[in-house]
């Protein structure tokens, strides 16, 4: 019986060892992370719907870690000003329409005239002739879609002429005939809004950070790359405003005190060097980058370094990533310049988990107008200036004549509003709306006179860093997936991102005066850990080695065993996941041997 039992583990083992020997790296993940609670297909007994992922409490806790180191690197540790914010999911439809999104946030989709499935054009050719065509028009599109006779992968149909889709997930706010909204795209336009709100918290000093941690929805077209392409995601965001003329000087003074981020060396592929036809990237410093004008402001270097120091202190090597820009016809409607921060993974390739977008003055100056809000700032002189200055004041008594029974609201806005914008707008226009009433020059005096300027209005400029929290999270799982000579799965985590800091495991169990006393000691050690905000992974089921297994497969760095020898002279033994080493410490020393790891 007992030979029949050890020739059933034997092959079962046997078995497990060819399996993985014969799956690919991602075929391991994803059936780890499914079995110990680290993320899976949403929605599964309704057959799932892709681009939607469920995380367990394995996959939250390294989620949350991510998010602790992410605010740590980009929030806490810089050397700038940032704050935190969060705002609503659900967003107006001015809102979005005033940041360019409702005209500008779409993709080519093309649709098999046989089966009827959609695929996005772009994707579709990518993958049938190996070559990048992000940005061409539709034309351009169905031009090679013809050329290359590229058809349905699921049957073979012809396919239909490529045409926009909007990616954004519609909605209404309030019952019945609500009014329009949106599911936001990104955390960004939250920010934008708060500018003023957050400038007054600042004491109105520039430059100004402002970060937000958030969930977003975009209606992705057939998504079929795991949580790569997700319709719901989170983005790590921070919104950078500062005085353009001020930029240099500000971080050459950074720079020039933090010599380990000055010589932060990242890997760089140009939009000039695509052009040309090279794949290679090239090495530069932090220093480089802004001194040969590879970036177009100092701050993208700034912050491109930051991201660069927090990818690498989460696991990925350094030669796994690389800072791609992108091309006139490839970047967002609102950016200058734009760089996309790739890791390499065995799965998929080279694949964008973050993006430095320099937005220039693109978000406020459209909200600005869209809203007619004052979201400047106000740029003090060393020195007050005297300078001729034009100013205005309405005619209230023409204005009544021309608004009629709108005066009381025409005049209350009018008051609120602006006056250099409200010049501006007489100017430019001949004419001002205000609450739908066309209101000519004629109604309003203006007159000129010299004037001692303190300072001026100036709308900052904003660089964006944004990151996908959920990209991160398969680049860290693959980049620590490794299986031993033994054929054990073990995540090597970087000991900050692990689920928890420590397991904690009774040798035996049972109900033996002895066994309840080591117990009892392992609950114990538990429970002193936890008051100490270490968190704790308890486990009494199965053989030790087992447990060990099971803690390795989700990355827990350290074990504390007790044993027999525990209860006699309260010594535990401590075991380290990534050498398998193991060593005897007193009770007493185990928090100061824990925190250790983790400075």
Known sequence: ??????LSIMCFEWCIVVERNNKSKYEILVDLAKRRGIFWPAYEIYGGVAGFYDFGPVGLSIKNNIINEWRYHLIHSVDVNVLEIETPIITPRIVLKASGHEDHFTDPITECKSCGRVYRADHLIEEAINKKVEGLSMEELWKIIHEHNIRCPECGGELTKPKPALLL?????????????????????????????????????????????????RNEISPRQGLLRLREFTIMELEFFFDPEKSYEEVMNILEKRKELRNERLNILTAKDKLEGKEETQTYTT?????????????????????????????????????????????????????????????????????YSYRTTYDLRRHIEYSKADLTFFKRYEKPKKVKKKKIAPNPAKIKEIAGEKFPSVMKALSEMDKEHLLSELENNGYVIIQDVKIPESPFYVKEEEVLVHGEKIIPHVVEPSFGLERILYVVLENSLHITSDQKIVLKLPYRVAPYMVAVFPLVTGTKPEHVKMINLAKKIKEILISNRITVYYDEEGSIGKRYVRADEIGIPLAITVDYQSIEDNTVTIRYRDTREQKRIHIGEIIKEILSHFK
């Open 287 to 355: 220093i480089e980058l802004i001194e040969e004008n590879i970036v177009t402001n100092p701050w993208m270097a700034y912050w491109m370094a930051i991201g660069n120091k927090f990818l690498r202190e989460i696991g990925i090597p350094i030669n796994k990533i690389r800072f791609v820009e992108k091309l006139p016809e490839e970047k967002a409607h609102y950016s200058e310049q734009t760089f996309d921060q790739e890791v390499f993974t065995e799965k998929y390739g080279w694949f964008e988990v973050a993006g």
């Open 1 to 6: 019986m007992k030979i029949n039992k050890f």
């Open 169 to 217: 997930f519609k909605t209404e706010i309030g019952p019945y005939k609500g009014t329009k909204a949106y599911l936001r795209p990104e955390t960004a336009q939250g920010m934008f809004i708060n500018f003023k709100n957050l400038l007054n918290i600042a004491r109105n000093k520039l430059p100004l950070g402002i970060a937000q941690i958030g969930r977003v929805g």
